[in-house]
Nanobody, 124 residues
Framework: QVQLVESGGGLVQAGGSLRLSCVASGRTYSRYAMGWFRQAPGKEREFVASISWSALSTYYTDSVKGRFTISRDNAKNTVYLQMNSLKPEDTAVYYC?????????????????WGQGTQVTVSS
């Protein structure tokens, strides 16, 4: 089992920045790829970014490319999402997820463990 706890969400003005963190505990000796997803009110949960266990591979949804950066520190069992140039349409609950594979993935069903989410609100 892996437990994931996100932090770093909040209220920010358009154009601002936030950095989300996700700390993993439990069976963290396994090689997990990590992902960030988000869900806005009334919408489906959508993929944002993913990073492989080695951090050599990353992948982003088109709407955040060039603005968001996913990274990880395996020594700290932590994955980050640096979000710059935030837009009101980025407003959502952001979820961290882990999959029992070292390779990145973009589908929700590919992930085995989820955090509780952290709210990000971008005002115009």
């Amino acid at each position: 089992q892996v437990q994931l706890v996100e932090s770093g969400g909040g209220l920010v003005q358009a154009g601002g920045s936030l950095r989300l963190s996700c700390v993993a505990s439990g069976r963290t000796y396994s090689r997990y790829a990590m992902g960030w997803f988000r869900q806005a009110p009334g919408k489906e949960r959508e993929f944002v970014a993913s990073i492989s266990w080695s951090a050599l591979s990353t992948y982003y949804t088109d709407s955040v490319k060039g603005r968001f950066t996913i990274s990880r520190d395996n020594a700290k069992n932590t994955v980050y999402l640096q979000m710059n140039s935030l837009k009101p349409e980025d407003t959502a609950v952001y979820y961290c997820a882990a999959r029992a594979s070292p390779m990145i993935a973009t589908l929700c069903q590919s992930y085995d463990y989820w955090g509780q989410g952290t709210q990000v609100t971008v005002s115009s």
